[in-house]
């Protein structure tokens, strides 16, 4: 399988190429990036995270954070999907398909999730 040549594959790479535009960016084939905010729980109202979307097809199906990565398959095991979720990952960890569920795991351990549909499944920076 040739993987895709992706523009960014960081938080940090992704809030550069957006800059100040609240537009999508094209960062490979068929897959977009584009700013977002969520409040922060236990703050006051108004205090929000920003973070940026990754889209596949115009499913959302990572979130870059400062500090660590989530993500889903929106129900779509498709090796396309997963190549786009490991691009995203922090280093140590990986995701992939068995028996049409997705997973996600520590490369060097037991730990082992779920990837589910829509749900969020957050994976931390090491």
Request: hydrophobic share 35%; aromatic share 8%; with cysteine.
């Amino acid at each position: 399988m040739v993987m895709a040549r992706l523009r960014t594959q960081t938080y940090e790479g992704a809030v550069k190429l957006l800059g100040d535009s609240h537009e999508r960016v094209t960062i490979g084939n068929n897959t977009t990036i584009e700013s977002d905010w969520m409040p922060v729980e236990g703050e006051e109202p108004g205090v929000n995270e920003q973070f940026v979307t990754v889209r596949l097809h115009g499913h959302a199906i990572v979130r870059l954070y400062e500090h660590g990565v989530a993500v889903r398959d929106c129900g779509y095991v498709t090796a396309t999907t997963y190549e786009r979720i490991n691009a995203f990952l922090p280093p140590g960890w990986t995701a992939h398909r068995k028996d049409g569920r997705g997973y996600v795991a520590r490369r060097l351990g037991s730990e082992v999730e779920s990837v589910e549909g829509d749900a969020w499944l957050y994976v931390a920076q090491p």
